[in-house]
Nanobody, 127 residues
Framework: VQLQASGGGSVQVGGSLRLSCAAS????????VAWFRQAPGKEREFVAN??????????NYADSVKGRFTISRDNAKNAVYLQMNSLKFEDMAVYYC???????????????????WGQGTLVTVSS
């Protein structure tokens, strides 16, 4: 299983970026996929997840990004995206996508809920 995260870069405060997570070895529509981020000196934190299609395929968000970030899935491309708008300084981090092998009944917002990870893509926010 491989996850390839891309789309990071440098953006000004208030700007937008779209991150991509391309999967191979697993079909993203059959798994919960999430984005996490990790800033220097901090633990990896949950950003958003999208449930497997059989469970509605809905997105869930951390409070800090609600209304600004949108997670989506393209089944034809076997990829998951994170559209990030109105970026703030505190959004600056390395962003990782993760895929869960099993469906869990909880909210699936812990890093330990996910079995496979992409390599991370850096988002830098400047004034």
């Amino acid at each position: 299983v491989q996850l390839q995260a891309s789309g990071g870069g440098s953006v000004q405060v208030g700007g937008s970026l779209r991150l991509s997570c391309a999967a191979s070895g697993r079909t993203v529509s059959r798994h919960t996929v999430a984005w996490f981020r990790q800033a220097p000196g901090k633990e990896r934190e949950f950003v958003a997840n999208i449930r497997r299609s059989a469970y509605g395929g809905s997105g869930n968000y951390a409070d800090s990004v609600k209304g600004r970030f949108t997670i989506s899935r393209d089944n034809a491309k076997n990829a998951v995206y994170l559209q990030m708008n109105s970026l703030k300084f505190e959004d600056m981090a390395v962003y990782y996508c993760g895929l869960a092998e099993r469906h869990l009944t909880g909210p699936m917002t812990r890093a330990s809920d996910f079995d496979y990870w992409g390599q991370g893509t850096l988002v830098t926010v400047s004034s």
